[in-house]
């Protein structure tokens, strides 16, 4: 298996602190976000090679990060050749850049650079084991708000996608859909047929949503929490979470 890690967005809304330097490094508790997902992802035999993929802008950076790591599973920092948010390829656009110019043939995990989370990824591979199938993570939420921001999905008794919404008026569940994905070597060529029939190129849920209805995708419910860190004002509250936890 291998993992490919999203950091191509340019963080706008973050500016000034993004403005020249990457979203997935900045600090909450003292460590970079990117780290903490790099220690799920090292808890995984499974995952034998990471492709972190990112912009022109941000790639001295993520090399510099990568260089000091000395990660034992090795990473292969991609620059997908953008330099503003005007001309970004998009989250679906730089997986499929990522699979075809790296040449990957493999099941991929694939997570977003900037996803602060506090459940087991080993739990998500155990589960995407008994589906060999596309799967995706979901959390129940109340929150309607959240809802109408986020992919929303419907599931069956065997929790599998019955409908998914990308950013819905109407939330037809409470299931959120969060930015981590397990998908069979089978299903890496669909991207490049998703692209080509001029679909979204951004938000990964929309990937799902054209998925689904081609072949059984699931979702597994994860407990815990999924921070979104997209504001200084969430930036901020998570790293006084954070703090609080490694005092």
Same mark, same amino acid.
């Given at each position: 298996?291998?993992?490919?890690?999203?950091?191509?967005?340019?963080?706008?809304?973050?500016?000034?602190?993004?403005?020249?330097?990457?979203?997935?490094?900045?600090?909450?508790?003292?460590?970079?976000?990117?780290?903490?997902?790099?220690?799920?992802?090292?808890?995984?035999?499974?995952?034998? +090679?990471?492709?972190?993929?990112?912009?022109?802008?941000?790639?001295?950076?993520?090399?510099?990060?990568?260089?000091?790591?000395?990660?034992?599973?090795?990473?292969?920092?991609?620059?997908?050749?953008?330099?503003?948010?005007?001309?970004?390829?998009?989250?679906?656009?730089?997986?499929?850049?990522?699979?075809?110019?790296?040449?990957?043939?493999?099941?991929?995990?694939?997570?977003?650079?900037?996803?602060?989370?506090?459940?087991?990824?080993?739990?998500?591979?155990?589960?995407?084991?008994?589906?060999?199938?596309?799967?995706?993570? /979901?959390?129940?939420?109340?929150?309607?708000?959240?809802?109408?921001?986020?992919?929303?999905?419907?599931?069956?008794?065997?929790?599998?996608?019955?409908?998914?919404?990308?950013?819905?008026?109407?939330?037809?569940?409470?299931?959120? /859909?969060?930015?981590?994905?397990?998908?069979?070597?089978?299903?890496?060529?669909?991207?490049? +047929?998703?692209?080509?029939? !001029?679909?979204?190129?951004?938000?990964? !849920?929309?990937?799902?949503?054209?998925?689904?209805?081609?072949?059984?995708?699931?979702?597994?419910?994860?407990? !815990?929490?999924?921070y979104d860190v997209g504001t200084h004002d969430a930036l901020a509250q998570v790293n006084e979470i954070y703090n609080n936890k490694?005092?």
């Amino acid at each position: 298996m291998k993992c490919i890690l999203l950091c191509a967005g340019y963080a706008t809304r973050l500016f000034p602190l993004t403005e020249n330097f990457p979203k997935a490094l900045l600090k909450v508790g003292g460590r970079a976000l990117l780290d903490y997902i790099l220690d799920e992802v090292n808890s995984l035999d499974e995952v034998d +090679e990471i492709f972190l993929v990112t912009n022109a802008k941000y790639t001295p950076h993520f090399e510099d990060w990568a260089k000091e790591k000395q990660n034992a599973k090795p990473i292969t920092v991609i620059n997908d050749g953008t330099y503003t948010n005007d001309d970004r390829l998009g989250a679906i656009g730089d997986i499929n850049y990522t699979i075809e110019k790296c040449g990957i043939n493999d099941d991929v995990l694939i997570i977003a650079g900037d996803n602060l989370f506090t459940f087991k990824l080993r739990d998500f591979v155990d589960f995407y084991k008994t589906k060999n199938a596309p799967s995706v993570c /979901v959390r129940e939420e109340s929150d309607i708000n959240l809802l109408k921001r986020v992919g929303v999905a419907v599931l069956d008794e065997n929790n599998k996608i019955t409908n998914f919404e990308e950013k819905p008026a109407e939330p037809k569940s409470k299931y959120a /859909v969060y930015a981590e994905y397990i998908y069979p070597k089978a299903v890496l060529p669909v991207f490049k +047929e998703y692209l080509a029939e !001029g679909h979204s190129n951004d938000a990964p !849920g929309n990937f799902v949503a054209y998925l689904y209805e081609k072949m059984p995708t699931y979702a597994y419910a994860f407990t !815990g929490e999924c921070y979104d860190v997209g504001t200084h004002d969430a930036l901020a509250q998570v790293n006084e979470i954070y703090n609080n936890k490694n005092k």
